[in-house]
Nanobody, 125 residues
Framework: QVQLVESGGGLVQAGGSLRLSCAAS????????MGWFRQAPGKEREFLAA????????YYADSVKGRFTISRDNAKNTLYLQMSSLKPEDTAVYYC??????????????????WGKGTLVTVSS
């Protein structure tokens, strides 16, 4: 069982930046593809970004491509999401996710094996 704990959420002005972190409980963190999803009020959860176990392959949703960067530090069992040029529509609860399959499969919610509890990001206009 992998436990994932997100941190770094908060209130930021439009145009600002924020970095989210996701700490994993297991030393086997390095074997999992990892990703970020978010859920805005009244909307379904959506895929944002994914990264392969070794960090060499990444995928992004069109809505965040060029603004968000996913990265990981396997030595620290930590996943990151650097967010810039934030917009009010980026307001959501952001979730960390782990998947045991190929990273491309993590772009789909049903392929997630483990979820964090989420961290709230609020972008003010």
């Amino acid at each position: 069982q992998v436990q994932l704990v997100e941190s770094g959420g908060g209130l930021v002005q439009a145009g600002g930046s924020l970095r989210l972190s996701c700490a994993a409980s297991e030393r086997t963190f390095s074997i999992y593809a990892m990703g970020w999803f978010r859920q805005a009020p009244g909307k379904e959860r959506e895929f944002l970004a994914a990264i392969s176990a070794g960090g060499g392959t990444t995928y992004y949703a069109d809505s965040v491509k060029g603004r968000f960067t996913i990265s990981r530090d396997n030595a620290k069992n930590t996943l990151y999401l650097q967010m810039s040029s934030l917009k009010p529509e980026d307001t959501a609860v952001y979730y960390c996710a782990a998947g045991s399959g190929l990273v491309v499969r993590l772009t789909t919610e049903r392929n997630v094996n483990y979820w964090g509890k989420g961290t709230l990001v609020t972008v003010s206009s």
